[in-house]
Structures are given as structure tokens and as C-alpha cells.
């Protein structure tokens, strides 16, 4: 059982229904090069699980079904990792889908993948990338030593490829997360704050700035318990909730599959093992699965939720509402 679950399933948060799905959201594994304090999905180099060969060709069928789904999100763990990402991605592009890389950027420098940052620029992947900050004492200490720098190198490497690059058509983003339990600051201006910094520094270009909340699971859960923060980070999220937020989060028209090939209504239910609303002893295979069972279906909710809806409102891609008069924060936040 997740530690935090028992913590988070007793809710008020108001109810949701799915709209019509337009995004596959695949987890391809936990493995990951990395093992950052931040990580909701407790990933890292010991991780063993991963999307087979069978599950992908399960997705693929469902997509080939839903003529509604026009992109795929690959994350992980380091979605790299698995033997059969690029497999996947060369079948994604050719039905002409939109593919999202969520890229730690360090996996670019590991041995044996020198040459995916050129592959994923033959096939115009998108790149999410996380740098949870322009100051390296900050990555560092998030995401552990060296990973500043060897981020720099990989962001350098991508820009000479043409991302980030004005009319090239190759779309890097980049990713901010709080160094603690507290709210992302604005977008904009974090943004702007972003691009100064890491142009004037690095010579380093990028297309937007997400800014996402931390969410109360997993290994950052277990941390806010640890330290005694999880109840007055819960307080900080549901005093911060706006109803607005509501129309935008990403579950109306995301599915999240795990890496067996499991249904969730988001990324942190699937963490959570949160089945779909009315599957609570039973979970749903994407090879079980139809458009039809699936749209305007009820999403199943919970504490952390707030999350999503706080402050500016948090997704994967990003804040929900921009807010554009606070000055330039920091982010050391």
C-alpha cells in the first residue's frame, strides 16, 4: 500500500467526467538514470520494470482504433531506457502522431545513447525536458551531482540539432519544478527569468517554461511525511484551489497507461493505483479497452488532485492559467 494513499483517497475535491480523449500518456518503465527528490513515480537506476514489446502493440491497436488520439506521451523512469522506445516512436510518427520525449536530459551523455538527441531530431519528436533551475547548486541538489552540467551540454547539443530554434519545427520545453513544499511560482515571468539567464549564460535557447506543483506521492510524499509536512502541504493546495482550473486539467482528455499496460485517469492515479472510477477491486487493460467504455466516463478523484487545480493550475503541460503582473521570481524557490 503507498504510504501516502490512505492519506489522500477521503476527498472533497469535485467530481470530474472525461471529455473525449485526444492523449495516450505511456509510462514505458520506472528505470531511470537519475533518482530526483522531486519524483512522484519513485524512479531510478535500480527499477526494473518496463513496457514489453506486447503491451506497445496493444497501445498501438487501441490507437489504430481511436481516430481522436493524435499524440503520444512517452514518460518513465528515463522512457529511453526501453528497448523498444525508438521502435515505438518510428510506428507513432508514420501514423502521423504528434510524439512528447519527457527527457531528463542526462540520458543524452549516458554510453549507447550518444545519438538519441539526432534521432529524436529525425523524427521531430517534442522534448520535455526537466531543469528544475538556471542555478547548478539548485539542480544538484535536486536531482544530485553533476546533473547540472551535464544538462548544459545536453540542452547546447539539442540547440545545435535546431531545437528550440525559431521556425526549425523541433519544440523544446523545459520543466520547473518548487524545490519544496510550496506552490510553482508564475509562468511568465519564471519564463522570461529562464530564457534571460540561460541565453545570456549558456547561449542557450528553449520554446516555453512549464512550471508544474509538486504532487504529496510517492518519494516526495514520503518525504513531506518524513519531515512532518505533508498535512500543512495539503492545507497550501486546497487553500489554493480555484474552481476555473476545473475545465483544463489533463484527465478530461488523457489516459494514463502504466507499464503494463494498465488504464488510469492520470499519471498520479497510476502511482497511486487509483483504478478508474467503479473498477476499484479491478483494473482495465488497454487491450480490454474501447473509446466508447472510456468517453465522458467519471474520473476518479482524490486529495492530491488539488494539486492540479491550485494556484495557476498544474498539468504536464504546465500552468493552466498564465499570470502575468508578479515580477520576475527566482527559481530557488
Known amino acids: 500500500m ?41 524512479a531510478g537506476p535500480t527499477r526494473k520494470e518496463e513496457m514489453t514489446p506486447e503491451t506497445i502493440a496493444a497501445v498501438i491497436a487501441f490507437i489504430a482504433a481511436s481516430p481522436d488520439i493524435h499524440t503520444i506521451d512517452l514518460t518513465g523512469g528515463a522512457p529511453e531506457l526501453n528497448p523498444e522506445f525508438r521502435n515505438l516512436v518510428v510506428t507513432a510518427r508514420a501514423r502521423g502522431l504528434r510524439v512528447i520525449d519527457r527527457c531528463n536530459l542526462t540520458i543524452l551523455e549516458e554510453p ?10 529525425a523524427h521531430k519528436v517534442e522534448i520535455v525536458a526537466s531543469l528544475p533551475c538556471y542555478s547548478q547548486d539548485n539542480v544538484d541538489k535536486q536531482r544530485g551531482d553533476g546533473v ?40 511568465v515571468a519564471l519564463e522570461a527569468d529562464y530564457k534571460r539567464h540561460l541565453a545570456d549564460e549558456f547561449n542557450i535557447v528553449f520554446n516555453q517554461l ?10 516526495f510524499g514520503s518525504t513531506l511525511i518524513s519531515k512532518g509536512q505533508f ?26 497507461i502504466d507499464w503494463q499496460g494498465y488504464v488510469f485517469d492520470c499519471d498520479f492515479n497510476q502511482q497511486l493505483g487509483l483504478a478508474l472510477h467503479g473498477k476499484t477491486d479491478a483494473r482495465l487493460h488497454i487491450s480490454e479497452a474501447t473509446m466508447m467504455r472510456l468517453d465522458e466516463m467519471p474520473i476518479r478523484v482524490a486529495d492530491h488532485c488539488y494539486g ?25 524557490i
Not at 551535464?150 to 519544478?177: D, E, F, H, P
Not at 512549464?210 to 518519494?219: A, L
Not at 495557476?312 to 508578479?326: D, I, K, N
Open 148 to 187: 547540472f552540467e551535464a544538462s548544459i551540454r545536453s540542452l547546447q547539443k539539442l540547440n545545435a540539432l535546431g531545437y528550440g530554434k525559431t521556425q526549425s519545427g523541433l519544440v523544446l520545453n523545459l520543466v520547473y519544478n518548487p524545490q519544496g513544499p510550496n506552490l510553482p511560482p508564475p509562468q
Open 112 to 121: 549507447g545513447f550518444e545519438d538519441m538527441a539526432g534521432f529524436l531530431a
Open 231 to 256: 498535512n500543512s502541504y495539503m492545507a497550501t493546495l486546497r487553500a489554493a484551489h480555484r474552481d476555473e482550473n476545473l475545465e483544463q486539467v489533463m484527465c478530461r482528455n488523457l489516459l494514463s
Open 210 to 219: 512549464f512550471t508544474i506543483t509538486n504532487m504529496p506521492i510517492q518519494r
Open 308 to 332: 492540479c487545480t491550485a494556484g495557476q493550475g498544474s498539468s504536464c503541460g504546465g500552468a493552466l492559467e498564465q499570470e502575468t503582473t508578479a515580477a520576475a521570481p527566482s527559481c530557488g
Open 2 to 42: 503507498h504510504a501516502t494513499l490512505h492519506l489522500l483517497t477521503r476527498t472533497d475535491f469535485p467530481p470530474l467526467r472525461r471529455r473525449t480523449i485526444n492523449t495516450l500518456q505511456l509510462n514505458l518503465g520506472y528505470r531511470c538514470n537519475q533518482s530526483c527528490l522531486h519524483c512522484h513515480v519513485n
